[in-house]
């Protein structure tokens, strides 16, 4: 009996000074129950209206002189890049011998990474660091950002393709802005859905894309400065002419080197656009709540991402400056 009057007592949070200090009483716990009430009354009062899931990124503004239409995912890019310059501006105006603030955590992350570069690579990795480094650090920024507030949520309104919601404008500072409400679209009525300004990068298959064409690009440059001419011999061979097993191996071999572009381009594409898509629709189901934990999972989805995309193109260089087949030996 004591025993489990003592296991009672824990439970409780122990005895009569238990019960002024337990869960029930704790501060973190009432307010955990005012921020669930909170969110609550918000999920009632401003509800969310499911986007419009569109795989090309929509157009936000046209340059006038050229006319260049500008994508809301284009926009992220530049907002990436001016946060890596400017990043690395405020890094380094200032260098120390000994480091201390921003600069002390810019050079303990860049010499974590050149460290896994180097155990992968051996002495070749100072050479691949900083292609592999760029790589890492722009997906990892462009896919961290991609959960911010006003991702793909704020943006301009235009008439639905098709469904779509309806549209209740407010007057904020003078400023009038559209809402959309979810709810059902009458026949005659007119749907609407937004543009947003920003959205992720990698969620325009562009962006991978030509990422993918960089890093098989520079593999092919990376062979050739390692072995000269003889890295093409995988392909096709250079000391006579081929027989039927040797043909059916360089076609191997140029296919596999094309499927990487794929492999990398839709990889990254969709893990980072079907995050987006989720954030999206668990929002739309239980507002301000139930996405939450979502968030840490599209952290982790979007730092494996990089980590994934710039370690196998550092993996692919490598191999690439390693002989093939007799020429090895050589």
């Not at 051996?122 to 997906?139: D, K, W």
């Not at 071999?253 to 668990?282: C, D, P, Q």
């Not at 709540?289 to 989805?301: A, D, N, R």
């Not at 979007?302 to 030996?329: C, D, K, N, R, Y």
Request: hydrophobic share 55%; charged share 10%.
């Amino acid at each position: 009996m004591e025993v489990m009057q003592d296991v009672m007592d824990d439970v409780m949070g122990g005895g009569e000074e238990g019960c002024a200090s337990g869960c029930i009483t704790r501060t973190g716990c009432l307010g955990l129950i005012i921020l669930v009430v909170v969110l609550g009354f918000m999920a009632t009062k401003f509800p969310v209206a499911l986007p419009e899931i569109a795989l090309p990124a929509e157009p936000i503004l046209t340059l006038p002189v050229v006319g260049f239409s500008v994508t809301n995912t284009l926009l992220a890019t530049w907002l990436t890049m001016l946060i890596l310059i400017v990043g690395s501006v405020l890094a380094t105006r200032n260098l120390k011998v000994v480091p201390t603030g921003l600069q002390n955590l810019v050079e303990w992350g860049l010499e974590v990474l050149l460290n896994l570069v180097e155990s992968v690579a051996g002495s070749r990795g100072r050479q691949f660091f900083p292609l592999v480094a760029t790589i890492f650090i722009f997906l990892l920024v462009s896919n961290w950002m991609g959960i911010l507030p006003g991702f793909a949520s704020v943006g301009l309104v235009h008439e639905a393709h098709h469904g779509g919601h309806q549209l209740q404008e407010v007057s904020i500072l003078g400023f009038n802005i559209g809402l959309l409400q979810p709810g059902e679209v009458g026949e005659h009525e007119t749907g609407w859905t937004v543009f947003s300004f920003l959205r992720s990068a990698a969620t325009d298959l562009n962006t991978p894309l030509s990422l993918a064409l960089i890093s098989v690009v520079a593999t092919q440059v990376v062979g050739v400065q390692a072995q000269g001419l003889r890295y093409f011999s995988k392909f096709i061979s250079l000391r006579g002419p081929m027989g039927p097993v040797d043909t059916i191996v360089g076609l191997l071999e140029t296919v596999s080197e094309l499927a990487k572009i794929v492999s990398f381009s839709f990889r990254l594409f969709g893990n980072v656009f079907a995050g987006e898509v989720l954030l999206a629709v668990m929002a739309f189901i239980v507002p301000y709540l139930v996405s939450v934990p979502f968030l840490g999972l599209e952290i982790f989805v979007g730092f494996m991402q990089a980590f994934v995309f710039a370690f196998l193109t550092l993996i692919f260089m490598h191999m690439a400056t390693l002989g093939h087949g007799p020429e090895s030996e050589e």
